[in-house]
């Protein structure tokens, strides 16, 4: 009887496993696997990272510039840039599944890409919440649920915990400067401006129809936020451009911050160390208040 129910037990367990895997992206796609991927490309920089956060970073077999966190991607093959995907390297990798995301310039590849056959997972998370759900779907499709869960659920914890810091803080209008040559930002629907409202910041272009507008230097001026951010890590994206013009708040009030761009430019779970630096910038901009 033992023997028997043992091996009832092996057979319901076996079924289970060759069961398909189906889950839904960030486009509202349902993707099925028959199996969990073992080779998977990813096709941007935060793609990566959050394979890696998903225990899944062994099974990459290739991404593309700029996929340099943690330290063992930059060893991983490149299959191209955000501009030209080598959609023969990508097939002589053989994948299982494919992690993109629908930039710009991405989306006359998508049919290249669709036509190899190989399922696909948009990964573009909108919202901070996002980037933990994706975190748990990649586990599921890569059959790696023992690492990625725990890290979701950390990730969700952290938001969480910075949230109630900042839920009654007085609101700071702000300026994000994604960069200056052309002058642009990012809207209300970026996921950025999802880590402003966390700290308690008002975007003030958040109200913009396309995701990174490019903005006049005399729309910002008009605009005087009390507080501008800049991640470039070049001199001529700076904030320091903003010094000359007196008039405005955020000089006035010594409030011209820069971040360090990848935590908060790529939605991945880095975005928690990115959207803690930014809350405590915003709360600096509080205490700098005259009156």
């Given at each position: 009887m033992?023997?028997?129910?043992?091996?009832?037990?092996?057979?319901?367990?076996?079924?289970?496993?060759?069961?398909?895997?189906?889950?839904?992206?960030d486009d509202g796609n349902v993707v099925?696997?028959?199996?969990p991927a073992q080779r998977v490309i990813a096709?941007?920089?935060?793609?990566?990272?959050?394979?890696?956060?998903?225990?899944?970073?062994?099974?990459?077999?290739?991404?593309?510039?700029?996929?340099?966190?943690?330290?063992?991607?930059?060893?991983?093959?490149?299959?191209g840039d955000n501009r030209l995907i080598d959609m023969e390297r990508v097939a002589a990798m053989k994948p299982d599944l494919i992690v993109i995301w629908m930039h710009g310039g991405f989306e006359r590849q998508i049919e290249g890409l669709r036509k190899l056959g190989i399922p696909l997972f948009h990964s573009e998370p909108t919202k901070l919440e996002g980037i933990a759900d994706n975190?748990?779907?990649?586990?599921?499709?890569?059959?790696?649920?023992?690492v990625a869960n725990p890290a979701a659920a950390d990730i969700r914890a952290q938001f969480s915990a910075m949230s109630k810091q900042y839920a009654n803080r007085?609101?700071?209008?702000?300026?994000?400067?994604?960069?200056?040559?052309?002058?642009?930002?990012?809207?209300?629907?970026?996921?950025?401006?999802?880590?402003?409202?966390?700290?308690?910041?008002?975007?003030?272009f958040a109200d913009q129809k396309t995701t990174a507008p490019i903005i006049?230097?005399?729309?910002?001026l008009q605009a005087n936020p009390e507080a501008i951010f800049g991640t470039s890590e070049k001199d001529y994206g700076s904030v320091d451009l903003?010094?000359?013009?007196?008039?405005?708040?955020?000089?006035?009030?010594?409030n011209l911050f820069r971040l360090q761009g990848e935590l908060?430019?790529?939605?991945?779970?880095?975005?928690?160390?990115?959207?803690?630096?930014?809350?405590?910038?915003?709360?600096?901009?509080?205490q700098h208040r005259k009156n």
């Open positions: 033992k023997k028997l129910i043992l091996a009832s037990a092996l057979f319901a367990s076996a079924a289970a496993s060759a069961a398909p895997i189906s889950v839904r992206d099925t696997l028959q199996k096709m941007a920089p935060h793609v990566t990272e959050l394979l890696f956060a998903a225990g899944a970073g062994d099974k990459i077999v290739g991404a593309v510039t700029y996929s340099d966190y943690p330290e063992a991607a930059k060893k991983i093959p490149r299959v975190v748990e779907r990649l586990g599921q499709l890569m059959g790696t649920e023992a007085p609101p700071v209008r702000l300026f994000y400067q994604v960069w200056d040559k052309p002058l642009y930002t990012l809207n209300g629907k970026s996921i950025v401006s999802d880590s402003i409202r966390l700290c308690g910041g008002v975007n003030i006049s230097m005399e729309a910002v903003w010094k000359p013009y007196g008039t405005l708040l955020a000089v006035q009030n010594n908060l430019n790529r939605a991945g779970p880095r975005m928690v160390a990115g959207t803690k630096a930014l809350c405590e910038k915003i709360e600096e901009a509080r």
